[in-house]
Every structure is written in C-alpha cells, then in structure tokens.
C-alpha cells in the first residue's frame, strides 16, 4: 500500500468488535514465540512488517468472507495461509513478486529460468498457479488447496519442511542436477 493510503491496521481496528481475530502487530514477541515455534530473535524479526499484517483468525469462515468484502472496497485482500489470514495491498502477493524476481533473472541471463513454487495454502494459490513446477506441500492441519487449470501441480507425499525438501529433490534430480 502506498504511503497515502489507510494503513492495514487502522483499516482493521474498528473490526474488532465485529470479528475475532488477532494480528501480529496486537501481540507480544512472547505470544509469536508460543504460537509458532520461532527464537526470541526470528520472532521480533517477523514481527517487523512492511507489507502485510497476518493474524490469527479465529472467528467462522463466513465471517472471513463479510471481512474480505468489507476490506476489498479499500483495495485490502485478505488471504488465508498455513496457519495466518493475511491482510495486504491488492497488488502485493507472492505471484507479481516471483515474477518479477523471473524477469531480474532473465535480464541477466542467457539461458532460460524456470521457476518453482512451493506452497500449501489459499494465499499460494497465485504463484503456484504462475510457477513452471508448481508444488503444493500437505499440511498436516487442512486440506490442499487446488490450483486451477494446473493438472501438471506436483503433491507432496511428507508434511512441511520434509514435505518441501522432498519436492526440491525431486526436481533437481528431474534437472540432472543430483
């Protein structure tokens, strides 16, 4: 978001009373450290925002719809991730920013990037549906979402971290690379 329009937070502070959630900048480095595992250091490091605001959503998944329609009027996507919805610009997601990371390369290369993505979440879906290997990695705590018009979107068989590592072998060894 620009630096003239409303903030994510002041856009959100009035939705208190009508939603139950709890965004990052609402909580103490201690609470992060409980909630997702992260060390004292990495948890004040996320905490540190520029473009977007998770939270912890709590309230009913069509509470979350009412939210997003509200917010959209303002340009404000919310999207839902592993664990966290994610307030942010309607501009700012993981599609344009792998893009444009494809273009700096390209710009610098002569031979030609193929991108990967690996995801396992609503807020993914755009860059998984954008990547040359698209990868969805299982969660142990919700269902895969489905990437449209991409029957080629590899499924992890692992959870998580071995779920990702697992699909990063899987392509270099698909490259020649191992």
Known sequence: ??????????????????????????MTWQELVALTGLNETNAKLAMQREFTEPMVWTDSNLALRIF?????????????GGRFAHLMGKNCDKANAMQWLKTVYAE?????????????GENDVGMLSKADI???????????????????????????????AQAINLALTKQGIL
Do not use: C
């Open 1 to 26: 978001m620009d630096q003239h329009e409303p903030s994510l937070i002041a856009l959100t502070n009035d939705k208190q009373d009508q939603y139950t959630f709890k965004r990052f900048s609402d």
């Open 68 to 80: 997003r329609d509200d917010l959209a009027k303002f340009d404000v996507q919310v999207q839902k």
């Open 108 to 120: 610098q290369s002569d031979e030609e990037i193929t991108t990967m993505a690996l995801g396992d």
């Open 134 to 164: 698209p990868v969805v990695i299982r969660s142990p705590v919700h269902a895969p979402p489905e990437i449209p018009n991409r029957s080629d979107a590899w499924l992890s068989d692992a959870y998580g971290p071995e779920g990702w």
